[in-house]
């Protein structure tokens, strides 16, 4: 069964720290995965999207990581913002994109 | 980035009316575009995909008679919820997918809508 499983489930961190969200998945076959965050109440938008070579991508302070031999992805958000509150979704896709595994998203709160 | 505009962004029926939510891309042409619903604290719960000029294909366990989905050019799809219910509260979010040289389709998401059924 194709599952992608993020942790942890909520996060709170203050305002200027890193922190790092985990994904793991079981999609297979592979065709890329993508990182989105989402503000309560609006729809994702996209951070990254990575190909099984690409083993990291970067987009601004939003660095992604990509170990496609243990299935496994991070994110890693450096100097943190109030803004950066939002929840952040794994998203794995198979067949050149068309079929998508959502994770459950992880619920990062930054405080200042 | 490619744009996929959703509208309305929220929206309050009574019971038993119908509600119907667009979905445009911008920039490109969609000839599929996929409708999803989220709960609360919970992730996106894949509903129907929308093809241009066919019949949508819907996920196990969405009735196709209550969410009427309609693809009828290739940046414009709707999605109409008829006869709603308390329980057809949730927020409701379309994307679409431009392909991208090199890494297959991403997908573009909509600002979702909002709906409220009293």
């Known amino acids: 069964k194709n599952q992608v499983e993020q942790s942890p489930q909520s996060l709170i961190i203050l305002e200027g720290k890193n922190c790092t969200l985990q994904?793991?998945?079981?999609?297979?076959?592979?065709?890329?995965l993508r990182w989105y965050k989402q503000d309560t109440g609006r729809g994702p938008v996209s951070l990254t999207i990575?190909?099984?070579?690409?083993n990291t991508k970067s987009n601004g302070r939003y660095t992604a990581t990509l170990d496609a031999d243990t299935k496994q992805s991070s994110l890693h958000i450096t100097a943190s913002q109030l803004s950066d509150s939002a929840s952040y979704i794994c998203v794995v896709s198979q067949n050149a994109g068309n079929m998508l595994t959502f994770g459950g998203g992880t619920r990062l709160m930054v405080k200042p | 980035g490619a744009v996929v505009s959703q509208h309305p962004s929220w929206v309050i029926c009574k019971s038993g009316t119908s509600v119907k939510i667009e979905c445009r891309s911008l920039d490109f042409q969609a000839t599929t575009m996929f409708w999803y619903r989220q709960f609360p604290k919970q992730s996106l719960m894949l509903m129907a995909t929308s093809n241009e000029g066919s019949k949508a294909t819907y996920e196990q366990g969405v009735e196709k008679d209550k969410f009427l989905i309609n693809h009828a050019s290739l940046t414009l799809s709707t999605l109409t919820v008829t006869s709603a219910h308390p329980e057809d509260s949730s927020f409701y979010i379309c994307?679409?997918?431009?392909?991208?040289?090199?890494?297959?389709?991403?997908?573009?998401f909509g600002q979702g809508t909002r709906l409220t059924v009293v």
């Open positions: 990575m190909t099984f070579s690409e």
């Open positions: 994904c793991n998945y079981t999609v297979s076959p592979f065709s890329n």
């Open positions: 994307s679409a997918s431009p392909m991208l040289e090199g890494q297959g389709l991403e997908a573009f």
